[in-house]
């Protein structure tokens, strides 16, 4: 991976502020989507066409409360007029790439820019310590998600990365390419040493952090007693399904009225083993996302963060998702091209589950 | 719900049942199961005798639903629908329980046999507590041709449908018609080309290929591009002619595979198109309402082109007779507006062209009239707002716990 030097920058979030304003002031494109530092330590995505409001942008937040993916999915279901610059986290542009891909949005006027994330710390430690701030080297600093993630850099068009003491764009597509060029960044692309060796050293950490949770967490929900315990907490406030920046029906098959039983069924149920657990539907709202979800989960977290109840279901979804896409030789969010495995019909597949 | 009457009806089918299991019992489990107000038994109801019994006994007991327990739907269900029709009965009120491939050929065990047997007639008993009637609707054929490839071949077949009283649409996508005939200067062709020309029957489109169609025998619906309209027609002979490969060994024209597979019409190893039987019916493609005319068939003299153009219309006129109605498919999917998100995953895997997106609406509806309920779209839609009539939710729920408990 070869970057294009920023010059007279050292630091990733000044380096975004600076492309973001100068995309603006240009007119290379017409709107900014960013997160900013709003009231009571929050942190609202804003769609700025002017750099004026720029003032308070934090496109690298502490936390992650709305993922940018819903955020851009909310006003590009049509391609919006002009170009929109989308500053987000890998994690963000590659669900955003996958719900573009399910034609929930359009991504053809977007720029995705993404940067070498830190990772960000969980909302609840936040609301106790507002001065938190995420720590790559520690993974105890970051959400639970972010210590195993591996995807953390170079995703979208365009990434921002840090090189020894320079800063540089790397762009990764066409799009991309045609974007650089815009702003005036023509100078020749350089490799990047010490990037590339801190970057494969983070991923081989993680890599084993990921493998040791799938570990634990395959061994705590094994089975259809071991999954009931996993979710014996849940309140059933569907809130990860809420903050997911994929799931986007309109209507939930857990909440589809021919889904529910009759009460002869229930007690007919309940005669026949003695007692019926009510309600009757954590699993199987649990069991239909990740059968749903999986192969488009871009293991960014929010699930997790957003439970009330603790329940490492972020986690498990990642570790679900990680087989499945390998059964599919699939990556969400990865590519715009690589068609949705379920749109695929394969005469030859999947042989390893036949008798 | 209401009080229903359902009947079961357990097929010996001679040996190949009874002797495998215990018929009367699983008869006398079903009069047990709820809504059952007859059950029996019977030696091979298929037989004329037999369906003349079913049909009586669904009259005498004013039987609202009945599950047949016999062999697989897909060698008697359409049997079974006729004997309810005339028995004044909705033929989707009926339901098969497999229990012959599936129970009396697999289950060497009887005891076994019979208790999987009556888990499959339960089954089918509680799926067809919850069917609705559905109704069958015909449309007329349109007895309109389209001939592609305007060679001697398809002029040939142009001028003997319009003979006939057809109305044409003969398509050809170089700019002039005489196709390979008039460029090795074959002495008819300037003839047909003239003949062709003046029929006020024929219309010519030039320059144009098939880059859609959907639809199916009586109404196809051909799209020649954006500056075309849409072309209709009951039957369609395809007259593409054949060239030679680079070996010397013959080829279908270019470009054939592309309208083949639209056509879904199946190809050999050679390319050319398959038959719908290599004696009975050699010139006409497995696909009800296609033909084959000339060198699209394989390499012929241009005699033989005549000819074969000659059967190929013959076919048309015998089968596309107007008047004809076909009946269109009532187990389609329909898709609610309000759940659906507009993916389109559904239109990936129709293999009919039945589903269409609205841009406006962002939401995807289906043409009842080509669909043919194969349920495809049901199982990819990720929201649920495809329901396939005759596989609803409830139907597949309450067969499952039917089977299972």
Redesign the interface.
């Known amino acids: 991976m070869k970057g294009l030097r920023v010059p007279g920058f050292d630091d990733i979030a000044k380096a975004l502020k600076y492309i973001i304003d100068l995309s603006l002031g240009s007119g290379a494109v017409s709107g900014a989507l960013v997160p900013v530092r709003g009231p009571e330590g929050s942190f609202p995505w804003i769609l700025a066409s002017d750099t004026a409001p720029l003032e308070g942008a934090e496109p690298l937040p502490p936390v992650m409360p709305v993922q940018g993916a819903r955020a851009l999915a909310s006003f590009t279901?049509d391609p919006p007029e002009g170009k929109v610059l989308a500053v987000m986290r890998p994690c963000e542009a590659r669900a955003s790439i996958e719900v573009a891909k399910?034609?929930?949005s359009d991504l053809d006027g977007t720029i995705l820019l993404t940067m070498d994330c830190p990772g960000v710390v969980p909302l609840a430690d936040l609301s106790s310590d507002d001065s938190l701030e995420p720590d790559p080297g520690d993974p105890a600093s970051l959400r639970p998600l972010c210590r195993q993630c591996t995807q953390f850099t170079a995703a979208g068009d365009i990434s921002v990365a840090r090189s020894g003491e320079g800063i540089y764009l790397l762009p990764l597509t066409e799009k991309g390419r045609l974007f650089a060029k815009e702003l005036g960044f023509t100078g020749g692309e350089t490799e990047l040493p010490e990037w590339r060796a801190r970057t494969d050293a983070l991923i081989k950490q993680r890599e084993e952090a990921a493998l040791e949770s799938h570990r634990s967490i395959r061994l705590e929900a094994q089975g259809l007693e071991g999954l009931a315990a996993f979710f014996s907490g849940c309140v059933g406030c569907r809130s990860c399904r809420t903050v997911c920046p994929v799931c986007?029906?309109?209507?939930c098959?857990i909440d589809?009225k021919?889904?529910r039983s009759s009460a002869a069924?229930h007690l007919?149920r309940s005669a026949?083993a003695g007692a019926a657990r009510l309600v009757t539907d954590t699993l199987l709202f649990h069991i239909g996302r990740m059968s749903?979800m999986s192969l488009s989960c871009v293991s960014c977290g929010m699930c997790e963060d957003a439970c009330p109840s603790d329940i490492p279901v972020g986690r498990l979804m990642s570790m679900v998702s990680v087989g499945t896409s390998q059964l599919f030789g699939y990556s969400a969010g990865a590519s715009p091209d690589d068609p949705?495995p379920?749109?695929v019909?394969e005469p030859e597949e999947l042989h390893e589950y036949e008798d | 719900m209401a009080q229903e009457r359902t009947g079961v009806f357990v097929c010996s089918c001679g040996p190949n049942i009874g002797d495998r299991l215990d018929i009367e019992r699983v008869a006398s489990r079903a009069l047990e199961m709820e809504g059952v107000v007859l059950a029996e038994t019977y030696g091979l109801l298929c037989s004329p005798k037999g369906k003349a019994y079913l049909e009586e006994r669904i009259r005498e007991s004013g039987l609202d639903r009945v599950v047949v327990a016999a062999c697989s739907p897909r060698e008697h269900e359409s049997t079974f629908m006729a004997v309810c029709e005339s028995a004044g009965l909705n033929p989707f009120m009926m339901e098969m329980a497999n229990i012959r491939e599936q129970v009396a050929w697999v289950t060497p065990d009887p005891d076994e046999a019979t208790g999987k047997a009556i888990r499959l007639v339960r089954a089918a008993v509680r799926r067809i507590r919850r069917h609705s009637p559905l109704r069958k609707t015909t449309i007329l054929c349109d007895p309109e041709v389209i001939v592609i490839g305007g060679g001697m071949a398809g002029m040939t077949a142009s001028l003997l449908l319009a003979e006939a009283g057809r109305r044409v649409t003969l398509v050809e996508r170089k700019r002039t018609l005489g196709g390979s005939a008039s460029e090795r200067g074959e002495p008819d062709v300037g003839e047909l080309m003239e003949k062709v020309l003046e029929s006020k029957e024929i219309t010519v489109i030039l320059g144009a290929e098939p880059l859609s169609a959907a639809g199916f025998f009586g109404n196809f619906i051909i799209g020649l591009g954006d500056e075309h309209e849409e072309v209709r027609a009951g039957s369609l002979i395809l007259a593409t002619g054949c060239i030679t490969g680079d070996k010397g060994e013959a080829l279908p024209s270019p470009g054939f595979d592309e309208l083949a597979s639209m056509l879904r019409v199946s190809t050999g190893t050679d390319g050319f198109p398959s038959r719908k039987h290599p004696s009975l019916a050699p010139f006409s493609t497995p696909i009800d309402g296609i033909h084959l005319a000339g060198c699209a068939r394989g390499p012929c003299s241009p005699r033989d082109a005549v000819r074969r153009a000659e059967a190929a219309v013959g076919a048309v006129l015998a089968t596309l007779v107007p008047g004809r109605e076909v009946e269109t498919e009532p187990r389609t999917s329909v898709i609610s507006a309000?759940?659906?998100?507009?993916?389109?995953?559904c239109m990936?895997?129709c293999a009919y062209g039945a589903i269409s997106f609205s841009e406006e609406e962002?939401t995807c509806s289906v043409n009842a009239v080509l669909c043919k309920g194969c349920g495809n779209c049901a199982a990819?839609c990720?929201?649920?707002?495809v329901r396939s009539l005759h596989f609803?939710?409830?139907q597949i729920r309450s067969q499952m716990?039917g089977a299972l408990?």
Not at chain 2, 382 to 385: E, I, K, L, R, V
């Open positions: 279901q399910l034609q929930q986007y029906c309109r209507l098959f589809m021919d889904r069924d007919a026949s749903h949705l379920l749109t019909f | 309000t759940l659906c998100r507009g993916c389109r995953m990936e895997v962002k990819a990720p929201s649920g707002a609803t939710p409830d716990a408990s």
